[in-house]
């Protein structure tokens, strides 16, 4: 069975740093993308930053520049490096893999981590 195991957020000062992992476990064949989600109370979630097997990325637009998401397709583990955090950053966020399948013949599944908090303190 696949697992997504988030680690890394916590309470940061605005214009500090975290960097959140997420580790796909279990029998993978493969995953073609994987992403970042966040939540904050009272808001939908949104897309933060994802990435695909290739290297392709895409981010929203309110962390572009300050956010840098990266994989390692051999850990199926992906990474969500957040600088210049501000209060707006406070959420949720919510590690997801798409495309995966547990072998070469299998149907593509999506699942999503248990969610990690971040906190910036103005």
């Known amino acids: 069975q696949v697992q997504l195991v988030e680690s890394g957020g916590g309470l940061v000062q605005a214009g500090g740093s975290l960097r959140l992992s997420c580790a796909a476990t279990?029998?993978?064949?493969?995953?073609?993308?994987m992403g970042w989600y966040r939540q904050a109370p009272g808001k939908q979630r949104e897309l933060v930053a994802a990435i695909t097997s290739g290297g392709r990325t895409t981010y929203a637009d309110s962390v572009k520049g300050r956010f840098t998401i990266s994989r390692n397709n051999a850990k199926n583990t992906a990474y969500l490096e957040m600088n210049s955090l501000k209060p707006e950053d406070t959420a949720d966020y919510y590690c997801n893999a798409d495309g995966v399948r547990v072998s070469r013949y299998s149907e593509n599944t999506n699942y999503w981590g248990q969610g990690t908090q971040v906190t910036v303190s103005s």
């Open positions: 279990g029998s993978i064949f493969m995953i073609n993308a």
